[in-house]
């Protein structure tokens, strides 16, 4: 199943929700949903972003999720139970991220280090640079495990798992998230 274009702009601004639950020890931190992931209702649900074959690569998950058109429960709670929970920086969707303003991204950081007083994850791994930079106001960040730490959580950040982002493979994006991971306790 796949969605038409009309779907999918029909889905512009609206909201995932998040994947948060108990015992929650490593939180991914995306940019926002794209349209295809508020069309599916799931987290980086487009088909060629790379997140999952990521969590699968390195560990973290034993199998593949396969989220494109939605996301079943049973892989929701098997993330769930893992500790893993995922969020966005700024909630509302759109084609992609360039479309957000400087402004959604502070407030979009400031919001998520509220709720981990809250949620009180070990890690928080943001995944993208280049938002991390602008909602931290962190213009020399650079990938990797970072000095600072949030309401008690260490962070990364990570490469981006979308498709459109040519710098990263599977196999760099699992080897980093692989590290966050570990950090937090979530791979054998």
Same mark, same amino acid.
């Given at each position: ?10 889905c512009r601004d ?30 980086f649900?487009?088909p ?24 079943? &429960?049973?892989? *929701?709670?098997?993330? =769930? !139970? +893992? $500790?893993?929970g %995922?969020?966005?920086?700024? /909630?509302? &969707?759109?084609? *992609?991220?360039?479309? =957000? !303003? +400087? $402004?959604?991204? %502070?407030?979009?950081?400031? /919001? ?27 213009p ?23 498709g ?25």
């Open positions: 199943m796949g969605f038409t274009r009309t779907e999918l702009e029909a609206q909201t995932v929700p998040d994947l948060i639950g108990p015992g929650l020890r490593l939180l991914f931190v995306g940019i926002n949903p794209g349209l295809w992931t508020a069309a599916a209702n799931a987290h649900a487009y060629g972003n790379r997140f999952y074959p990521a969590l699968y690569q390195s560990g973290i998950t034993s199998y593949r999720l396969e989220v494109s058109n939605g996301m079943a &429960a049973s892989d *929701r709670r098997y993330l =769930l !139970e +893992r $500790g893993i %995922i969020t966005n920086l700024v /909630r509302r &969707a759109t084609a *992609r991220a360039d479309e =957000l !303003e +400087r $402004g959604e991204l %502070i407030a979009g950081a400031r /919001r998520v280090e509220a709720s981990l007083v809250e949620w009180r994850p070990k890690v928080v791994a943001v995944v993208g640079i280049g938002a991390y930079r602008v909602g931290r106001a962190q020399k960040a650079v990938p990797g495990r970072q000095s600072v730490r949030l309401s008690g959580a260490d962070v990364f950040v990570l490469g981006n798992p979308s459109l982002n040519s710098h990263e493979t599977v196999a760099t994006l699992a080897r980093s998230f692989r590290e966050a991971a570990e950090a937090a306790g979530v791979t054998g």
